[in-house]
């Protein structure tokens, strides 16, 4: 079918050959040259309609069409529609590389109409969602997704302004992720004094309606607005009329059932009359939602329950625990006894994660414990996955670029673009340290092996040597002439071993901080390094396509692998030192055979960049991640 453009036809809808609207008589052609107009997705009263599209230049992709076309002229509605629709362009072309808000691809005027030509997003908003009251951990998931997006636009001093169930989409495809839609209420923080009231009742907080004014606070608290309607199912427009904003001090009066403390006091500070009693900013927020509700998903011990047939091997992170249990293959279980390890076998993709995950995985760690994971992600988050317990204990905000943990699990270090050193206690995700000294971000950290020294290296072109007990600065090494990307430490805690954008490897005493030898050969940038467990083996990455073996001893070259066709950015060992893993920004994943050097396997699930690689201690596991925002759970067969 096709439909008419014509934003007062009484019957758009049209079959496909007819080359005028049967109803008004319309022109029934391409839009601008290559839309294909397919449907009505809503009319906005007297100011325009939205359609779903095709691109032809696009290979018939989807799109949306946003239509201005007003029946007044020369009018203050008429001037302040066409301002927010321009604005609302503006605005997606600044904000749109965030993979939950619309990519803007065109604006134009066409036959005295303005169109507005965005991403399609498969789903549906929220409000025709929802069809009962959502449970405490529907909204910890909506929060989780949503507040680093409002984090992204609101650093980009940009509020949204009209936050509610009708601009928040659930994605299709990617399940409890949430996408932000409708800016053109969107309004820049530098003129937030005497601007125009905008907002929906109910949904608007009170310096909003009555001042015109906007805040970071006051899309929160439309976000908690949101997330009581949803509980509830009761129209905040409704009480909003009827007792102004008396209301949100007795919110909780209205909850069909029970929920958990936790998301009780986020909601009792989002939904604060007064903005200086609320949150600041949506990382604040996030710090509050340590762990997600214990809602029960599985019944029954060691028995998962099976997805439907449409999503193979794809689960739900709150079951993610099983993985180390059972090998999960098109819905059939593989007993523990039966797996092999990395080094016995090649390797299949037991599940692809990515729930709460909103920007690349940068960084993966495993506990000794062989139950916790830790992914650190470009949306300013690190998070602490219980597989055992099948949640998400802990969602840590900061601007992470590389996380490391003691040898016995017990803290977690994050090195960040505030150029300062974070420490953090795994068991609790509370901060315990913060390490400042460094003059630009901290690409690296790592432990030594018995967890009292630190090592951070930093685009200042330095390492630092920290004493953990105390916090102190021991030490700080300078020869690099380029970025330090990487560190290691030898398995004796003598050597660091340190790689540059420069296209060196650093040898250095840890004790004296000395400088015992550079090795070169590489052509680019080093961008990991991993040891063997006999502390002979030295690994290096590098953007000049390569890997190469070291002989640590002799400090000399043993040899060069060559099979990957772009950047090395990730290496791992299983503790063994028989298998090596190697991520690429190729987008693949290559098993070798140390001992002989052969390459045993590619693994080519990833859609973009393999960042992050992280082996269990039992080495039957392999987690990946990186540019495509998954964490990918890889075992042996």
Same mark, same amino acid.
């Given at each position: 079918?096709?439909?008419?453009?014509?934003?007062?036809?009484?019957?758009?809808?049209?079959?496909?050959?007819?080359?005028?609207?049967?109803?008004?008589?319309t022109?029934?052609?391409?839009?601008?040259?290559?839309?294909?107009?397919?449907q009505?997705?809503?009319?906005?009263g007297?100011?325009?309609?939205?359609y779903l599209?095709?691109?032809?230049?696009?290979?018939?992709?989807?799109?949306?069409?946003?239509?201005?076309?007003?029946?007044?002229?020369?009018?203050?509605?008429?001037?302040?529609?066409?301002e927010?629709?321009?604005?609302?362009?503006?605005?997606l072309?600044?904000?749109g590389e965030h993979p939950?808000?619309?990519?803007?691809?065109a604006?134009?005027?066409?036959?005295?109409?303005?169109?507005?030509v965005q991403?399609?997003?498969?789903?549906?908003?929220?409000?025709?969602v929802?069809?009962?009251?959502w449970?405490?951990?529907?909204i910890?998931?909506?929060?989780?997704?949503?507040?680093?997006?409002l984090?992204?636009?609101?650093d980009?001093?940009?509020?949204?302004?009209?936050?509610?169930?009708?601009?928040?989409m659930?994605?299709?495809?990617i399940?409890?992720?949430?996408?932000?839609?409708?800016?053109?209420?969107?309004?820049?923080?530098a003129?937030?004094?005497?601007g125009?009231?905008?907002?929906?009742?109910?949904?608007?907080?009170?310096?909003?309606m009555?001042?015109?004014?906007?805040?970071?606070?006051?899309?929160?608290?439309s976000?908690g607005?949101?997330?009581?309607r949803?509980?509830?199912?009761?129209d905040?427009?409704?009480?909003?009329l009827?007792?102004?904003?008396?209301w949100?001090k007795?919110?909780?009066?209205?909850?069909?059932?029970?929920?958990?403390?936790?998301?009780?006091q986020v909601l009792?500070?989002?939904?604060?009359?007064?903005?200086?009693?609320?949150?600041?900013?949506?990382?604040?927020?996030?710090?509050d939602?340590?762990?997600?509700?214990?809602?029960?998903?599985?019944?029954t011990?060691g028995?998962?329950?099976?997805?439907?047939s449409?999503?193979p091997r794809r689960f739900?992170?709150?079951i993610?625990s099983?993985?180390?249990?059972?090998?999960i293959?098109?819905?059939y279980?593989?007993?523990?006894?039966?797996?092999?390890?990395?080094?016995?076998?090649?390797?299949?993709?037991?599940?692809?994660i990515?729930?709460?995950?909103?920007?690349?995985?940068?960084a993966?760690?495993?506990?000794?414990?062989?139950?916790?994971?830790v992914s650190?992600?470009?949306?300013?988050?690190?998070?602490?996955?219980?597989w055992?317990?099948?949640?998400?204990?802990?969602?840590?905000?900061?601007?992470?670029l590389?996380?490391?943990?003691?040898?016995?699990?017990q803290?977690?270090a994050?090195g960040?673009?505030?150029?300062?050193?974070?420490?953090?206690?795994l068991?609790?995700g509370?901060?315990?340290?913060?390490?400042t000294?460094?003059?630009?971000?901290v690409?690296?950290v790592?432990?030594?092996?018995?967890?009292?020294?630190?090592a951070?290296?930093?685009?200042?072109?330095?390492?630092?040597?920290?004493?953990?007990?105390t916090?102190?600065?021991?030490?700080?090494?300078?020869?690099h002439?380029?970025?330090?990307?990487t =560190?290691?430490?030898?398995? &004796?805690? @003598?050597? #660091? /071993? *340190?790689?540059?954008? !420069?296209? +060196?490897?650093k040898l %250095? $005493?840890?004790?004296?901080?000395?400088?015992?030898?550079?090795l070169?050969?590489?052509?680019?940038?080093?961008r990991?390094?991993a040891?063997?467990?006999?502390?002979?083996?030295?690994?290096?990455?590098?953007s000049?396509?390569?890997?190469r073996?070291?002989?640590?001893?002799?400090?000399q070259?043993?040899?060069i692998?060559?099979?990957?066709?772009?950047?090395v950015?990730? =290496?791992?060992?299983?503790t &063994?030192? @028989?298998? #090596? /893993? *190697?991520?690429?920004? !190729?987008? +693949?994943?290559?098993? %070798? $055979?140390?001992?002989?050097?052969?390459?045993r396997?590619?693994l080519?699930?990833?859609?973009?960049?393999?960042?992050?690689l992280?082996?269990?201690?039992?080495?039957?596991?392999?987690?990946?991640?990186g540019?495509?925002?998954?964490?990918?759970?890889?075992?042996?067969r």
């Open positions: 079918m096709l439909c008419c453009i014509n934003p007062e036809c009484p019957n758009p809808v049209n079959p496909e050959v007819n080359a005028v609207c049967q109803a008004c008589g022109p029934m052609g391409l839009l601008r040259g290559h839309y294909r107009v397919k009505l997705l809503s009319n906005q007297g100011f325009g309609r939205t599209a095709e691109d032809i230049d696009k290979l018939n992709e989807l799109c949306v069409i946003k239509q201005l076309a007003p029946k007044v002229q020369g009018t203050w509605a008429l001037q302040k529609a066409k927010l629709f321009e604005l609302e362009a503006r605005q072309q600044q904000l939950q808000i619309p990519t803007l691809y604006y134009f005027e066409e036959q005295k109409q303005l169109y507005l991403q399609f997003i498969p789903g549906q908003t929220l409000d025709k929802q069809t009962q009251a449970s405490d951990r529907q910890y998931d909506l929060l989780v997704s949503l507040l680093p997006v984090q992204f636009i609101h980009r001093q940009v509020i949204h302004r009209d936050l509610k169930p009708a601009n928040i659930q994605r299709t495809a399940e409890a992720q949430y996408v932000l839609i409708d800016f053109g209420a969107s309004k820049q923080l003129f937030t004094t005497g125009t009231q905008i907002g929906t009742l109910g949904y608007a907080p009170l310096e909003q009555q001042q015109g004014e906007a805040y970071p606070a006051s899309d929160l608290y976000l607005v949101t997330c009581f949803l509980l509830t199912q009761v905040p427009h409704h009480l909003f009827d007792q102004g904003y008396e949100v007795t919110w909780k009066n209205h909850l069909r059932q029970p929920i958990g403390s936790e998301i009780v009792d500070r989002l939904l604060q009359k007064d903005r200086d009693r609320r949150y600041a900013s949506a990382e604040a927020v996030l710090k939602l340590s762990s997600p509700p214990l809602t029960p998903v599985v019944s011990l028995v998962t329950q099976r997805l439907p449409a999503k739900p992170i709150w993610a099983t993985i180390l249990v059972l090998s293959v098109g819905g279980s593989i007993s523990r006894r039966s797996i092999p390890t990395l080094s016995e076998g090649n390797l299949s993709l037991a599940t692809t990515d729930r709460y995950l909103t920007g690349t995985i940068i993966l760690a495993i506990a000794p414990d062989g139950q916790t994971l650190a992600t470009q949306d300013k988050t690190i998070k602490i996955w219980d055992q317990a099948q949640a998400l204990k802990a969602n840590l905000v900061d601007d992470v590389a996380i490391a943990l003691t040898p016995d699990g803290t977690l994050s960040n673009t505030y150029r300062t050193v974070k420490l953090w206690d068991r609790t509370q901060p315990k340290r913060t390490l000294g460094h003059q630009g971000n690409f690296a790592a432990f030594s092996p018995d967890g009292q020294t630190l951070s290296g930093s685009s200042d072109q330095t390492i630092k040597i920290w004493d953990i007990a916090g102190q600065l021991k030490n700080t090494l300078s020869g002439t380029g970025w330090v990307r =560190l290691a430490i030898t398995p &004796d805690g @003598q050597t #660091l /071993v *340190s790689g540059s954008e !420069d296209s +060196t490897i %250095w $005493d840890i004790a004296t901080g000395q400088l015992k030898n550079t070169t050969g590489h052509q680019g940038a080093i990991a390094l040891i063997a467990p006999d502390g002979e083996t030295l690994l290096s990455g590098s000049d396509n390569t890997i073996i070291w002989h640590l001893p002799t400090e070259l043993q040899d692998l060559t099979a990957h066709a772009n950047y950015l990730a =290496l791992a060992l299983t &063994d030192g @028989q298998t #090596l /893993v *190697s991520g690429s920004s !190729d987008g +693949t994943i290559k098993l %070798w $055979d140390l001992p002989t050097r052969q390459m396997d590619t080519a699930e990833h859609r973009g960049s393999v960042w992050a992280a082996i269990s201690p039992d080495r039957k596991t392999l987690v990946s991640g540019e495509d925002r998954t964490i990918r759970i890889w075992r042996g």
